[in-house]
């Protein structure tokens, strides 16, 4: 991933959340055979956030990413929400999920980093009790990642 200024990484997830959430309502309003490019997404959404380019390139990179590993990003969140089906999640509470399982699956940011971002998204744009509900499924998550990286395979 490109390496914008931490600084700036707080901005991108925030363009890459909005991005989401639009993506998202877009799918919802789409027929079958319409298809929603998270590429062009971006485009119309990032013309109103002014980000210097490496953090641009960041926020597009999660948003991607997202979109191509969304039905495993989906059952992790499943598996860890208890009593919430991921379609039934407030759309901006499912898209901080999203896109905090990303990062949390690619190991490239420490946890409790990732887990303190989405939790700001969330108190953003949510409801005032999704910054708790985002803290203990990521939480969840970041705990079977952790088990996962530390088990051997075949253990």
């Known amino acids: 991933m490109s390496d914008p200024r931490p600084a700036a990484r707080r901005h991108s997830r925030r363009l890459a959340l909005q991005v989401l959430y639009a ?42 990413g997202v979109h191509a590993a969304q039905e495993s990003i989906d ?20 898209n901080v999920l999203r896109l905090a399982v990303y990062e949390l699956q690619r190991g490239e940011i ?5 887990i303190n971002e989405a939790i700001e998204l969330a108190r ?3 409801s005032d009790r999704s910054p708790a509900f985002v803290n203990g ?6 705990r079977e990642l952790a088990f996962a990286r530390d088990t051997p395979e075949g253990s």
């Open 124 to 126: 953003d744009f949510g």
């Open 137 to 142: 499924v990521l939480d969840a998550v970041a």
């Open 75 to 94: 059952s992790q969140v499943a598996a860890h929400a208890k009593n919430w089906r991921v379609d039934r999640m407030a759309t901006g509470v499912r």
């Open 110 to 114: 420490p946890h409790n980093i990732v």
């Open 23 to 64: 993506g998202d309502l877009a799918v919802q309003v789409a027929s079958e055979e319409q298809k929603v490019d998270p590429d062009a997404t971006f485009e119309d959404v990032a013309t109103h956030f002014d980000l210097p380019a490496g953090a641009r390139e960041f926020a597009r990179e999660l948003v991607l």
